[in-house]
């Protein structure tokens, strides 16, 4: 695997941190992974799997959101509106300089941002979410002890992931907006949701609701064991196998 160090422009003109991993022979499709809530590019999750899917032929490009990991800007003007945004111009960025991607993956949060991605986004046929919420508002537990405050003066610091993050009203009223249900029902993509039995962050119930909103071609595949976090290298590699396969039909 070859992987290229890149920064591309976000909506705003914010240089976001980038890596594309290169299969060693020809590309067959170029992919996007989001990653989770307050991670980066170089979680368990993205690494594993990009790796993984590099062997099959298809290049991934893993990048930081807005304020995180290695990204410019700041998290405070940070909202999932615009985790959506930086998913569509990673999209141009390879449309632009490489290939335009045909298949977007997220994990937790990220799965929900690029099922909504995905419409702004021709090019792609197929989207895959790992342990996505059938909602974004689902990530507010993560804050729960502090919204009063987040609603009373605006903002409040939160610790998650090792990190301190600004938490806005913004970024509060930009998460309730979006209804995925509405959303997926009128998908016209193919979709498949990993979700595991046990996954004790985004219970397995937001699998449910996602697969009986969308619109075939569907698939379900269970996690059974692993955790949300893919921290078992075996779980990674059987999603990045499974992806490989599933995704031939759609974009080779």
Known sequence: MTT???T???EEGIDLSARLDLPEGDVKAYAIFAHNFAGSKESLAASRISRALTREGIAVLRFDFTGLGTSS???????????????????KYLA???QAPKLLIGHSLGGAAVI??????????AVATIGAPSNPAHVSHLFKDHMETIRDTGSSEIHIAGKTLPITKDFLEDIEKYKLEGVIRNFSKALLI???PVDMTVSIDHASILYRSARHPKSFLALDRADH???NLEDAEYVATILAA????YTF
């Not at 800007?73 to 999209?91: E, L, P, R």
């Open 4 to 6: 290229l160090k890149l």
């Open 8 to 10: 591309f422009p976000n």
């Open 73 to 91: 800007g700041d998290f405070s003007q940070t909202t999932f509106s615009t985790n959506v945004t930086d998913i569509v111009y990673a999209a």
């Open 96 to 98: 632009d300089n490489f």
């Open 116 to 125: 909504v991605a995905a419409s702004m986004i021709p090019e792609v046929r």
């Open 194 to 196: 990993f979700h595991s």
């Open 229 to 231: 976090m893919l921290t």
């Open 246 to 249: 599933w995704m031939k039909r």
